[in-house]
């Protein structure tokens, strides 16, 4: 089909509708998620993933379906960074690294052994590191409009839900400045407490250590 995706997906629809139970149908289903991942329609892989998951769920390829999910979620958020612009609505623009970092995780809690799961953990290390700058981002937003409990209420996120990468540090930091800034004298007094702990036992990862090209 030469990289003609609108007529392979015409083509397998097709096949699923005069041979549902045929002999190629579960082939045809999983072609129909290539065809829409590879022609940039993520929406339609994931549904077709999804579909997928639900009609065959004893099948031997039920992991590629979870894989392929993940990798079209991924793909459509590889430049939520980049495009992000600091106002509580763009918290939106990370629901699909959210998504992508899910459906990975199901994957590896399912399929431990399978193929795919070494990538997919790979891809999880990055979209956590891409993640966490991303509460960081706001954070920063929330400390220059002097929204110091909002600042530091995201910092914790990253504390609590994105250890051991490279933004924790920066967390820290941000609380202990908020904290300060609003009279928390005691909770600055902890943030500060971690940070040296962590730092004098080395826990903080180091920048861009654990992310993976």
Do not use: C, W
Request: a neutral charge.
């Amino acid at each position: 089909l030469d990289g003609e995706y609108d007529l392979a997906i015409k083509y397998y629809n097709g096949l699923q509708a005069r041979y549902p139970f045929g002999r190629y149908a579960i082939q045809s289903q999983l072609d129909i998620i290539y065809a829409h991942y590879k022609n940039g329609e993520a929406d339609s892989a994931i549904a077709a993933s999804d579909r997928f998951i639900k009609l065959n769920p004893q099948s031997q390829y039920v992991d590629y379906a979870y894989y392929m999910k993940g990798l079209a979620n991924y793909n459509r958020n590889q430049s939520f960074l980049s495009s992000i612009l600091p106002t509580d609505s763009s918290e939106r623009d990370a629901g699909a690294a959210l998504d992508s970092f899910n459906d990975f995780a199901e994957l590896i809690r399912r399929y431990p052994d399978s193929k795919y799961s070494a990538d997919a953990h790979q891809r999880m290390l990055y979209l956590r590191n891409n993640l966490s700058k991303y509460q960081i981002h706001i954070a920063k937003y929330y400390m220059k409009r002097g929204a110091y409990l909002a600042a530091a209420n995201r910092a914790n996120r990253v504390v609590t839900q994105f250890q051991r990468t490279d933004s924790v540090q920066q967390a820290l930091e941000i609380m202990i400045d908020a904290y300060s800034r609003l009279g928390l004298t005691e909770l600055a007094k902890d943030a500060q407490r971690v940070l040296a702990l962590n730092l004098e036992n080395g826990r903080l990862s180091q920048p861009g250590a654990e992310e993976v090209e």
